[in-house]
């Protein structure tokens, strides 16, 4: 049965009352299609910042693509930005040549040209989709969040899609490619890449941002998100920044995270601020007790960062001055892993997996743009192989002096261990951040995902294009492939 719902919900996010709810949620085994269109524009955020962007359907971030789980997704995308692109349907587990990843799955999708993207969207949650062709095309906008509904979960009152991304100055992105940016570290104090620094370290691969944008606009342009005394509101948050870490803290508020990389946690858990990595999402709650406006805000030290804000307001208030939150972190309660999965007493073991894979994350001297696994750069690293059915376990011990975002394609894996200690509930993620300074982070997951070719690398896209990436592999085609 073919059903051409043309589903546009703006990237600023849904409320579930404003949404009838025939037009996003089509029926269970209908098929959903969208047509993606990928052309520059000018991005004008902030006043002074306009740059040569490019976008999806002229909304940056794209549109928020939405289906209940059990549909069927085809997607038509139009290549129209006049480089090659593609197409990565991030945390998706997903027919390999699906997954968009140009080079391994499938060719560049050239400038005019198109592809048709079909797959039945799983597992359900906050997901993404973003370009992935090793240009720069995602970090100047070819990205957007995919929601996909679990039809048994409880439904929240009002729901927002929440993106932060900040908009780069294309010149220091080719420093930092080469080690040598003089932007700054922008972190925020209290924060644990602050207490990471040395003070011999020199971050010659930060990328300088001229805009901290929600939405795709900035304080106070950004777009306010209504909601009523009594509701119970879910936010889905992703950083879509692709360098940086960020917090994030709702003033006035306690967020009551659910779910992570769109996976329930085990246990919700209560806190005052998010640390989010680079390609993470966070699912959070809150209730609306009384009459007010606050904001939600991304903390970063960078003097812009208070660009980085949307309002949070009940009807009446939308001309009040919003309750704001510190700048530092200094005692404010932080999402962390630990915290999310709870830490075993007595030292972590191994448990048994017909596959161990141990990678050490180096590199990033000032002045190289190499970032390695065990020593290599892409296509160089060690790959993967792996039996479908197989068990598998990677861990990581970081040799650099900042966190690594290390993503996994078409799997979800489940973080077991970090700095040596097990943890005692599933945390079931896509992306990890994965500490400085030594620090070890360890997966488990089952190769039961379609076979094929499934990237491992770090998010960071300064780091991938510099080498840190490797996949892993399905027998039995790997031999032939590599
Ligand atoms: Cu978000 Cu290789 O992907
Ligand atoms: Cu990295």
Same mark, same amino acid.
């Given at each position: 049965? +073919? ?13 579930? %009352? ?9 029926? %269970? ?67 390999? $040549? ?9 060719? %560049? ?21 973003? /370009? ?8 100047? =906008?070819?990205? =957007? ?82 909601? *009523?005394? =009594? ?14 870490? +960020?917090?994030?803290?709702? $003033? ?8 992570? /990389? =769109?996976?329930?946690? $085990? ?22 007790? *009384? ?78 743009? +190499? ?50 200690? $097990? ?60």
């Amino acid at each position: 049965m +073919r059903r051409a719902a043309f589903v546009r919900v703006t990237a600023a996010g849904i409320t579930a %009352a404003a949404l009838p709810p025939h037009t996003a949620r089509a029926q %269970a085994n209908e098929i959903v299609d969208y047509v993606l269109t990928a052309r520059p524009i000018t991005f004008a955020p902030a006043p002074g910042v306009r740059v040569d962007a490019v976008a999806y359907d002229g909304m940056l971030p794209g549109p928020v693509l939405r289906v209940t789980h059990g549909q069927r997704v085809r997607v038509r995308y139009l290549n129209r930005t006049g480089e090659p692109t593609s197409v990565h349907w991030h945390g998706m587990i997903l027919p390999n $040549a699906m997954d968009g990843v140009v080079g391994i799955t499938q060719p %560049a999708v050239e400038p005019f040209g198109s592809f048709l993207y079909e797959f039945t969207p799983n597992p359900p949650g906050t997901r993404w989709y973003h /370009d992935h062709a090793n240009g720069s095309a995602l970090m100047r =906008g070819l990205f =957007g969040v995919f929601v996909v509904e679990d039809p048994h979960e409880e439904r929240a009152d009002a729901e927002f899609v929440v993106v932060l991304h900040d908009v780069p100055q294309y010149r220091s992105m080719d420093a930092a490619m080469n080690g040598t940016s003089d932007a700054p570290m922008t972190d925020p104090l209290g924060s644990s890449e602050m207490r990471a620094m040395r003070p011999s370290d020199r971050m010659g691969d930060e990328v300088a941002y001229l805009a901290h944008c929600i939405n795709g606009a900035t304080y106070p342009k950004t777009a306010a998100l209504p909601v *009523k005394v =009594g509701q119970r509101v879910r936010l889905r948050i992703l950083n879509a920044n692709q360098t940086q870490t +960020r917090y994030v803290r709702l $003033a006035g508020h306690r967020l009551r995270v659910t779910h992570a /990389d =769109g996976n329930p946690l $085990a246990q919700p858990l209560e806190v005052d601020a998010l640390r989010i990595g680079v390609a993470e999402r966070y699912d959070v709650w809150f209730e609306v007790l *009384k009459p007010g406006a606050w904001l939600l805000q991304g903390i970063s030290s960078d003097p812009l960062a208070f660009e980085q804000a949307v309002v949070v307001h009940t009807q009446g208030m939308e001309q009040a001055t919003p309750e704001a939150c510190s700048e530092s972190l200094t005692g404010v309660d932080v999402f962390t892993y630990e915290k999310a999965a709870g830490v075993a007493d007595g030292p972590f073991v191994d448990p048994a997996a017909r596959v161990h894979k141990h990678f050490v994350i180096g590199g990033g001297e000032y002045g190289s743009g +190499r970032w390695t696994l065990n020593g290599a750069t892409w296509p160089q690293t060690e790959k993967i192989a792996v039996h479908p059915g197989d068990g598998v376990i990677v861990r990581f011990t970081n040799k650099t002096d900042m966190d690594h975002p290390m993503h996994l394609h078409g799997h979800v894996f489940e973080i077991i261990e970090i700095d040596g200690r $097990a943890l005692r509930r599933p945390l079931a993620k896509d992306v990890s951040l994965v500490r400085a300074n030594g620090g070890t982070l360890t997966w488990h997951f089952h190769a039961n995902s379609p076979p094929g070719r499934w990237l491992l690398h770090c998010h960071n896209q300064i780091h991938m294009m510099g080498g840190m990436m490797t996949e892993v592999t399905y027998a039995p085609s790997w031999k032939k492939i590599v």
